[in-house]
Structure formats: C-alpha cells, structure tokens
C-alpha cells in the first residue's frame, strides 16, 4: 500500500515540475526561442491549427524568428494569428515568408517577468506540499485503521519528505535557471 502511496506522490509531483517547465518556457528572455511561439493557433481551413503543423519554424539568430509556411495561402492565417496573440511582436510579411523580430526587454520589464516567475515556483512548491500532505493524510488514515504500525507510518512520512525535498529542489532550480536567463543580457 505505502509503496503504491509513494509512487502516486511522486507521479503527482513529477507532473507539476512538467507544468512548471511548461509555464516558464512561454516567458520570453529577450531571445528568440521556438517555445515562445509554440502555442500559437493558426485559423487553417476553419479549423485552429498549431503554427509549426502549418509552417516551418526556425531562428536564425537569437533575436529573430523565420517562419516559412507550407502553403503560401496561409501566410495571411498565420500573420493575423500572430498579431491575435499576445506576443507583442509586429510580424513582417515578405510574401513568402514571416519574420518576427523579439524587442529587447526593458530592466523594468525583466523585474516584472522575475516576479511572476517567483510567482509561478512559489505555486508549483505549494502543488507539491499538497502532493505530500495528501499523501500523510493517507498515511496517518492507514494508521489509524490499523493497516500499518507507528514505525512503518514513521518511516513511509520519512519517504514523502525526502521526495518532497527532492521536487522542492528540482522546482527551485529550474526558477533559478529561468530568472538568470531573463537577467542577463
């Protein structure tokens, strides 16, 4: 039971670190990364459609984006869902292709983004602390129910802890990683 109690924890866990991971990809460090316009949807036939199933996305250097569709009647699609979203990056239409250039970000504008990232790990650590207070509730219920003894509640809690420290870690770190790559310019 404790054992299947510790894997559940730790898959709980894991999939807020995959969310955290996620959520911070889509604040923009000043650079050109794919992951910025990866969420973009592109009006496609009636249907939205995501832009890199529509177009080739590559970046030629680290302020900009090329964005080559696959079909030249979609370029207007893919231009109006640009300006749709919430990017803040005027798109540069050629003809054949979309250029969008990534503005440099203001030190205000970087203070801002820093605290919204703190933000969003303080959250990610408050999803994993209510992984493991889950997970003792179900320890102290087995306890009480008789399932377990004192020593093996003990010493399951002590396993949920050591997980939850791991993932705390693991949350930090990648906020850490995040606010340096927004600091530096």
């Avoid at 889509?26 to 199933?53: C, E, F, H, M, W």
């Avoid at 680290?62 to 030249?72: C, D, G, N, R, V």
Wanted: charged share 35%; glycine share 2%; with cysteine.
């Amino acid at each position: 039971m404790s054992e299947e109690l510790k894997k559940e924890t730790q898959q709980k866990m894991e999939k807020v670190v995959n969310a955290l991971t996620a959520e911070l990809k889509k604040v923009r460090t000043g650079r050109a990364q794919l992951s910025l316009i990866d969420n973009i949807k592109v009006d496609y036939y009636g249907t939205p459609t995501p832009l890199n199933q529509v177009a080739a996305l590559s970046c030629p250097d680290a302020k900009s984006f090329l964005i080559s569709p696959w079909e030249p009647s979609v370029l207007k699609n893919i231009e109006a869902a640009i300006i749709k979203s919430d990017l803040g990056m005027t798109p540069q239409n050629d003809g054949k292709v979309i250029r969008l250039r990534v503005p440099d970000l203001t030190e205000e504008r970087r203070k801002e983004l820093v605290k919204s990232i703190k933000k969003t790990v303080e959250e990610a650590r408050v999803s994993v602390r209510m992984a493991r207070r889950e997970a003792n509730d179900a320890l102290k219920k087995a306890l009480k129910e008789k399932l377990i003894s004192e020593d093996e509640q003990k010493r399951w809690m002590d396993e949920i802890q050591k997980l939850t420290d791991e993932f705390i870690k693991k949350i930090d770190h990648l906020g850490e990683e995040k606010e340096k790559d927004l600091l530096t310019l």
